[in-house]
């Protein structure tokens, strides 16, 4: 579902993505895991087509992904950031079906599809009647993973979607990222700098460093045989007690 091939990226003269050749499975989750600043969040914007590669090629569902086609791609990819990204105008239900509406879903559709997603992330028609800023933070990320879902992409992109969220409201709504995940069966590409998260969430986990994938496997494997010393020191600060249900559970 997505193919990058030989991509690198500059910004300023600074190498943010090393040149970088990564594919991930129709079907599959993979969680890209790191340090802030390692290139995570530029891999997304590329699969996007927000920016263009300096060198190299990415691909979803075997088409390129260019200024010309990106438009097109976009509405078959969900896009979910940190605290939701939600028009602060605009209702709850008035952003989840903001893009929806400019297509020309007729209205008895657009309702269909609220009541649908509502129910599969757990929220009220109270909740859809609301502005973003009279929602929680948990709330406002189930509003933007509903808007993500709204037209059935084959494809979800989450840039630390649980960032800024406290530990109880995070662990919710990870259990609920996972079960939507596992019925939806979509492409899953994952950010996170959060190991359990990546663990817990992700089919497979990649660890990147300075723009570089350093090794993707699943997280037993990378715990049990790192493939670099940055690998076994990033995780090794991380590890906690219980992780190892964490990984069994991932």
Known sequence: MIALESVAKRYAGKQILAPTTLHVPARRSLSLLGPSGCGKSTLLRLVLGLITPDAGRVLVDGEEVTPRSAPALRRRIGYVIQDGGLFPHLTAAGNVALMAR?????????????????????????????????????????????????????????????????????????????????????????????????AYLGDEVALMRDGRVLQRGPMRVLVEAPADPFVAEFLQAQRAPGMDAWLDAG
């Open 102 to 198: 400019e297509l020309g879903w007729d209205e008895p559709r657009v309702a269909a599809r609220l009541d649908e997603l509502a129910a599969l992330v757990r929220l009220s028609e109270a909740h859809l009647s609301r502005y973003p800023g009279e929602l929680s933070g948990g709330q406002r990320q189930r509003v933007g993973m509903m808007r993500a879902l709204m037209l059935d992409p084959d494809l979800l992109l989450l840039d630390e979607p649980m960032g800024a969220l406290d530990p109880m409201v995070r662990r919710a709504l990870q259990d609920d990222l996972k079960r939507i995940f596992a019925e939806l069966g979509r492409t899953v590409l994952l950010v996170t700098h959060d190991m359990a998260e990546a």
